[in-house]
């Protein structure tokens, strides 16, 4: 009987997990799409060697924070410690260096 029991709640954690990657698909669909058009603005603005160059990195952050927080819903943790320990820090990095200092 306990099992029965522990099969069914494996069964049950199965089922969760699979819910947790799918819980907001439009949410995780619409920041994917928002930051693949935020990479390429922040690009373009950056490789255009202007003095507005230096906000491309801006936009560039903000695509890594919304890669991040996509990757964080779908669960998919390679892709999370990527964006952030990559992306996120040279981001971060370009802003400090062109914008604040």
Not at 78 to 89: D, E, Q
Request: net charge positive.
């Amino acid at each position: 009987m306990q099992e029965k029991m522990g099969q069914n709640h494996r069964s049950h954690m199965g089922n969760d997990s699979v819910l947790s990657k799918t819980q907001n698909p439009f949410v995780s669909n619409f920041l994917q799409f928002s930051s693949s058009v935020c990479a390429v603005a922040g690009g373009v603005i950056l490789s255009s060697n202007t003095s507005v160059s230096k906000y491309g990195f801006i936009l560039l952050a903000l695509s890594s924070s919304q890669i991040f927080i996509s990757s964080s819903i779908s669960n998919s943790r390679g892709l999370m410690v990527y964006s952030a320990s990559l992306f996120i820090f040279v981001d971060c990095l370009g802003i400090y260096r062109w914008l604040l200092y």
